[in-house]
């Protein structure tokens, strides 16, 4: 089944405690992306790879890191999680550029930090 | 960057009924994308257009392009469709990036 995977779907965490969120896809998608939910504001890009090796910032990337070295997975890293950063996140991925390429999404992390 | 209104932004309406939701844009773009966002918060895609319409069982979605106007309708509403509508269009910054609107949640009752 093609999909978008992501783990953990919950995570409750503390100030400075590194974490990653994991995203995978099996479609053999190019363009990978994260994003993050928060409400009255909706979803805003945080990072997202056009292929492997290639990363660049989205509208909201202080306080996070990505990696593609893989083709099939783009990890959100938080190195030093704050409380700010509790949300709802999604990875998605498309065959090319978001704005040509139907998205397909994971399921979500709802991520809290106290 | 592409500034994104979607109306109404929560719409409660009775099994049955015809159903629109509207999404404008500020910057001429070439495609336009529906989601739909499950009360569990699941993401899925209904719809990607550039011109004209496109119609998926119930659902269609319309755009036009001179006006920088997207309708979704919904036909013969079911409690089953409730869900947060969300309208999405390129950035300025690039056809890599999107920009969101805030949504709209649509509640159908029985």
């Known amino acids: 089944e093609a999909q978008v995977t992501q783990n953990p779907r919950y995570l409750i965490t503390v100030t400075g405690k590194k974490l990653t969120v994991t995203c995978s896809q099996n479609m053999n998608h190019e363009y990978m992306s994260w994003y993050r939910q928060d409400p009255g504001l909706g979803l805003r890009q945080i990072y997202y790879s056009m292929n492997v090796e290639v990363t660049d910032k989205g509208d909201v990337p202080e306080g996070y890191k990505v990696s593609r070295k893989e083709k099939r997975n783009f990890p959100l890293i938080l190195e030093s999680p704050s409380p700010n950063q509790t949300s709802l996140y999604f990875c998605?991925?498309?065959?090319?550029?978001?704005?040509?390429?139907?998205?397909?999404f994971g399921p979500g992390t709802r991520l809290t930090v106290l | 960057k592409n500034e994104v209104e979607q109306s109404p932004q929560n719409l409660t309406a009775q099994e049955g009924e015809f159903i629109t939701i509207n999404c404008s844009y500020s910057v001429g773009i070439s495609a336009l994308h529906w989601l739909q966002q499950h009360p569990g918060g699941g993401i899925v895609s209904l719809f990607m257009?550039?011109?004209g319409k496109k119609k998926h069982g119930r659902l269609i979605a319309t755009i036009n392009i001179q006006e920088k106007h997207s309708s979704l309708h919904i036909t013969a509403s079911h409690p089953r469709d409730s869900a947060v509508y969300i309208c999405a269009v390129p950035s300025t910054q690039g056809a890599q990036k999107l920009v969101f609107g805030q949504g709209t949640r649509l509640t159908i009752n029985p």
């Open positions: 257009l550039s011109s």
């Open positions: 998605a991925s498309s065959f090319g550029l978001a704005s040509y390429n139907e998205q397909f």
